[in-house]
């Protein structure tokens, strides 16, 4: 589905990704985790090519995206929904604006036709009920669910999520779990999240990839990734209040 052969990338004089290799299935949930500014949006981005690499390929359902242009690119980031940290919601346009403005840039789906599907994705996320509002009108929470209406709304193969319950309360960030987890099971994407958040980690990923230096030094299910005897993985899960013990012990029976 996705792969990454043998990717380097240099950003501001320095070496962000080395010659990392890895495989997404189809149809997981593949999360990616570890310290800031070790490159995690880095490699998200390199699978759409907001970014190139400097060396190597990313290839998607076997075709190189990244040393695709024109047409061919267009057609390829189709397969992409994509939901951004803040939302990337205009501020001028409204909530159902926001959402239809895919659709009105790149098909030729009737007015009608585009209320249809803008009035299903919202519906599918909870928020049916505020398309006049704007984007000043919503809490953080709304935005990333109008975000993640607009991500889905040319219907997908594959959903990337940049840090989706970043800057969120808890119980909130909770809820935008639940959210992507039921959408995984309704329309069975396939699914790439970054995220700092482990709870949010173990919680929805099927396989859990710990990007560290350039390179993945930890890659298994939760359990796995729990179980890991690395010292890096131990100090990410215990800086966040994780242990083998107490509320995480039912991933480990």
Do not use: C
Not at 4 to 25: N, P, T, Y
Not at 44 to 55: A, E, G, Q, S
Not at 101 to 128: F, N, Q, R, Y
């Amino acid at each position: 589905m996705i792969k990454f052969h043998q990717v380097s990338k240099d950003l501001g004089g320095r070496r962000v990704l080395k010659a990392l290799d890895l495989e997404i299935h189809e149809h997981e949930v593949f999360v990616i985790v570890g310290p800031s500014g070790m490159g995690k949006s880095v490699l998200l981005k390199h699978m759409v090519r907001l970014l190139t690499p400097d060396t190597g390929r990313v290839v998607i359902d076997n075709e190189v995206i990244s040393e695709s242009t024109g047409e061919e690119l267009d057609r390829i980031r189709r397969k992409f929904g994509y939901l951004f940290q803040d939302g990337a919601l205009l501020q001028w346009l409204n909530v159902a604006e926001n959402v239809a403005l895919p659709l009105e840039e790149k098909t030729d789906l009737s007015e009608a036709e585009i209320e249809e599907k803008v009035h299903e994705k919202l519906s599918l996320v909870g928020m049916e009920r505020e398309l006049e509002k704007h984007p000043s009108e919503l809490s953080g929470g709304m935005r990333k669910r109008v975000g993640l209406a607009r991500a889905m709304v040319m219907d997908p193969k594959i959903m990337l999520y940049d840090e989706p319950t970043g800057g969120l309360d808890p119980v909130t960030s909770r809820m935008i779990d639940a959210l992507i987890a039921d959408l995984q099971a309704r329309l069975k994407v396939t699914s790439v999240v970054v995220t700092h958040d482990l709870h949010s980690a173990l919680k929805i990923g099927t396989r859990i990839g710990m990007l560290l230096n350039g390179k993945i030094v930890a890659l298994g299910s939760p359990e796995e990734f729990l179980r890991s005897d690395q010292p890096e993985v131990q100090e990410f899960l215990s800086a966040q209040y994780i242990t083998r013990r107490g509320d995480w012990e039912g991933y480990l029976k």
